[in-house]
């Protein structure tokens, strides 16, 4: 997890220096759907793409179907 963690920081990194546009920038929401495509566009797509995260919401049970997607 340590990897995933570091690739996550690095997407964080490029989202706040605008790489990912303005959109990825408007909420932690946004930051933090973005970062989850940045980390693995695949398993993003398969678990998140058709119902994205919303402002507060937590999903364990997505969470780790993303976590289980990436270790594949």
């Known amino acids: 997890d340590a990897e995933i ?3 996550k920081n690095d997407c964080y990194e ?3 220096s605008g790489l990912w546009g303005q ?4 909420s932690i929401i946004a930051k933090e759907n973005c970062a989850l495509r940045c980390v693995s ?3 993003y797509e398969l678990i998140y793409e058709s119902d994205p995260l919303e402002e507060g919401e937590k999903d364990f049970t997505r969470s ?3 976590k289980y997607c990436m270790h594949r």
């Open 41 to 43: 566009p695949a398993c």
């Open 14 to 16: 490029d989202i706040e």
């Open 5 to 7: 963690r570091k690739k």
């Open 64 to 66: 780790s179907e993303y």
């Open 23 to 26: 959109q990825c920038k408007s």
